[in-house]
């Protein structure tokens, strides 16, 4: 069910591609290109309540995406080739870098044969407690308990709080609640929360876990693909803001080396968990740096600038909105003409 602001930005981007706005001359001329943000690729699911169709693109967008990027003549690079041309001069074409956060079964399943048909590169950002088993997708859970109760009780802050969700509209105000109160939380507590809730409602949360993520066998098929370059996101992907410096500086350096010991390759690039405004601080893009990593992603919405003009360690990316089905909207936001500077926000400490 898209929110009032979703329909809002939607109609706002079509006016803008019709209005021609977007592509005025001038407007973005020291952009080199942009970062395209997937989370999950599957087919389309029956069903009201799907509050994670927004991160959700399917198979078929995917190759009309691919098919519609080479039409406007946008050169589609991996991430390396993408950080080199965000420090050289504006170059004539400008590229498209393809990235998938997590490690969801269906980019295997349903992406990777698309991306290979093209024969074009792509990135993921592989969070490695998940392809280890032990990662805690509590959002899938979540999602499962709500769609599946019309009444939800859980301790919120030491007091049990109880929630009616009797109509879709309920259960999407619910999630968008939870979820938002769930990811803000200390590791320790989120686990703490995420595991009582799914004992009271009989939900495998481990079981849930390991079936919706590719484990190493799967990223190692993967990896047999040249064109593809693996990421990190850290080990248990929690936003960075909720961690003290030196655990977050030890997700980044601990995931790196995790991956890197089981992919049996380099891994230059990171993805900041969640990678809006409110997860990361501007301390975090430091330790990028000191964490050895080359670049690093954000899902703050921008284009790459050439010349050095973005920070390679707090790179823009179009986190691309699965409810969204219009490709003018895609050419818009590729444009740049509708995005503030991007820089990390300082929270207090």
Known sequence: MPSDDSLLTSLKLELAYFSGRAFWPGRDTASAGAILRFQRVRPRRPGRFQPLKRNEITPR??????????????????IDEACRRAVILEQPRR???????????????????????????????????????????????????????????????????????????????????????????????????????????????????????????????????PLVTFGCATVNFPMLSSLKDAAALREMTMGRAVAETALRREVRHFAYPFGDRDSFRRAHVVMAEQAGFASAVSAIPG????????????????????????????????????FAPVQPTRRPE
């Open 61 to 78: 967008f995917l190759d009309r995406t691919i098919r519609a990027l080479r039409r406007w003549r946008y050169d589609i690079v991996g």
């Open 95 to 225: 590229f498209v870098c393809l990235t998938f956060d997590g490690v969801d079964k269906g980019l295997l399943t349903w992406a990777h044969p698309v991306l290979s048909r093209h024969r074009v590169p792509f990135t993921v950002y592989v969070p490695t407690a998940f392809p280890d088993g032990l990662g805690e997708a509590w959002w899938l859970a979540l999602e499962a308990i709500i769609a599946r109760e019309n009444r939800i009780s859980l301790m919120i802050d030491r007091q049990e709080r109880h929630f009616a969700v009797a109509t879709t509209a309920d259960k999407y105000e619910l999630y968008e609640f939870l979820s938002g109160w769930l990811r803000r939380l200390a590791p320790p507590e989120l686990t703490a929360a995420i595991n009582d809730l799914c004992r009271r409602y009989s939900v495998d949360l481990a079981a849930l876990s390991r079936e919706a993520a590719m484990d190493w066998a799967d990223l190692a098929k993967l990896a047999a693909d």
């Open 303 to 338: 284009v790459v600038e050439s010349a050095g003009r973005t920070n390679l360690r707090a790179l823009p990316r179009i986190d691309w909105d699965g409810r969204r089905h219009s490709l003018r909207a895609m050419r818009v936001l590729l444009a740049g003409g509708l």
